[in-house]
């Protein structure tokens, strides 16, 4: 049943603006492993292979003090199929919106059509620009960059992003265009320091069940390129949406099929990094397309979510194109395939028109609220207290006080005499499970051994 005040999903509502820097240019010309370079770690998967990266991704970064919003952007590509299109979309939004832009270009290659054609559309804003010339990584080969003098926008940088060749320069002169810092801006405590994490929800499926088209009415915007083509996401994008129960972050990760279906090493590395966000995520949403029914993959990726021991929210895409036959086929297919999910809600959604979609947090909301639950230490002690007259420790173990130290998620240390046992801990955990209502949230239990003396 829908209620009036079931909560609503409202567009992100960004605290405080961080200077954007936008990484641009066409194909293939080593914008993903630039930006891995700048953060410092493998974030945008890289690839010898035009067409690799297809939505924008964002994320943090910091250069000598200043932090600033970093955005890595598909290339551009003008004319081409649909798809490139929906690309080039996502690049000339992420370039209005900058407030400097890398404009990154191949040295061993030269200006091209493309090239000059992206600097035509960037010479009309009023971001300023800085033109690094790519794959220079030797100073015998800085001479060829003065070639792109004839994009008119200013003196190109020579920079390896590959070997970190005076990317530092860049940088240095990229701090140049920003505005002078707000005080609060350095001095603002993360949601880590506040000893909080932000909840998370991950949007798994196969290829091509509809997770973009629902990541995008989630979050109010065209953030992932939606295409009717399998494998159009590649890497994991993320979006905080303020809810009634506080800021959530979705998750939306690329396809993943069966390892023998995955052709190359960028389909292996975006597997890989769907993976990852499953396990860091509080919540998992398991996209299915109805119409094609429940699927072996499916199970697989319902066994493996079930397994990281995040709650699990079962979407039915697509129903609206099944008729009444169709749907019962689907639903006793969820009874025998996907049994093992127990009480786990299942919705029946059309992420295409949003039918459907609004019941998605109230069905979360359970595990919402168990992730931010505090429970008062005296009721703490009570649980462990009688789960140990109930079945005492082995080896005389025993927890002689405990206490919750933390939310986000619910984090308990216990204060016992010898080590816990794994088993014995998992017990523990189980009584504080059922006793506090905490269902599939995850939760975490620290052990303090007394020392004598």
């Known amino acids: 049943m829908t209620t009036d005040d079931s909560p609503e999903i409202v567009a992100p509502k960004p605290v405080q603006r961080l200077p954007m820097v936008a990484i641009v240019g066409r194909p293939n010309v080593g914008k993903s492993t630039l930006m891995n370079r700048i953060i410092g770690r493998r974030e945008a998967i890289v690839q010898e292979k035009p067409g ?20 890595d952007t598909g290339g551009w590509m003008p004319g081409g199929t649909d798809l490139d299109k929906k690309v080039t ?46 794959k220079v990584d030797h100073e015998s080969h800085e001479n060829a960059i003065w070639d792109f003098l004839s994009l008119g926008l200013g003196d190109p940088m020579a920079i390896s992003a590959l070997h970190g060749r005076t990317t530092g320069d860049m940088l240095d002169r990229m701090l140049t265009y920003f505005a002078p810092a707000a005080p609060e801006e350095e001095l603002a405590p993360s949601e880590e320091d506040e000893g909080n994490q932000m909840f ?10 509809g997770k973009s088209t629902l990541f995008n009415r989630l979050i109010g ?3 992932s390129v939606v295409h009717d083509m399998a494998g159009t996401t590649r890497d994991s994008v993320d979006t905080i949406v303020e809810t009634e129960h506080g800021p959530v972050k979705f998750v939306d990760t690329a396809g993943m099929r069966r390892k023998s279906r995955i052709e190359d090493g960028t389909e292996y590395f975006s597997m890989v990094r769907a993976l990852q966000s499953v396990d860091s995520a509080d919540a998992a949403l ?35 194109l099944l008729n009444e036959e169709g749907r019962n086929e689907v639903l006793y297919q969820m009874s025998q395939r996907l049994h093992f999910l127990g009480d786990s809600a299942v ?33 703490v002690n009570d649980v462990i207290r009688r789960a140990q007259q109930a079945q005492p420790g082995p080896h005389g173990v025993r927890v002689m006080y405990a206490t919750q130290g ?7 240390t216990l204060f016992s005499n010898k080590t816990v046992p794994p088993h014995y801990l998992r017990y523990l955990e189980r009584m504080l499970r059922e006793e506090f209502d905490l269902g599939a949230t995850p939760i975490k239990l620290r052990v303090r051994k007394r020392t004598d003396g």
């Open 221 to 223: 915007e065209d953030r």
């Open 200 to 209: 998370s929800v991950a949007l798994v499926g196969r290829p091509n069940v």
């Open 347 to 379: 919705l029946r959604i059309s992420a295409l028109n949003g039918r459907g979609v609004h019941r998605l947090l109230p069905a979360l909301e359970t595990a919402i609220e168990a992730y931010h639950r505090r429970v008062p230490t005296r009721k």
């Open 52 to 71: 690799v990266t297809r939505d924008r991704k964002s994320v943090e970064a910091e250069w000598n003090g200043r932090v600033f919003e970093l955005v």
């Open 89 to 134: 979309e996502q690049s000339e939004k992420a370039i209005k919106e900058a407030d400097v832009i890398l404009f990154v270009v191949d040295a061993t290659v030269g200006p091209t059509d493309d090239d000059l054609a992206v600097a035509r559309m960037l010479a009309r804003g009023s971001a300023p620009v800085i033109v690094a010339a790519n």
């Open 286 to 320: 398991l996209v299915i397309d109805a119409t094609e029914g429940i699927t072996h993959q499916d199970q697989r990726l319902a066994e493996r979510i079930d397994a990281s021991g995040s709650p699990i929210v079962v979407l039915l895409n697509k129903w609206e």
């Open 406 to 412: 933390a939310a986000d998620p619910p984090t308990f």
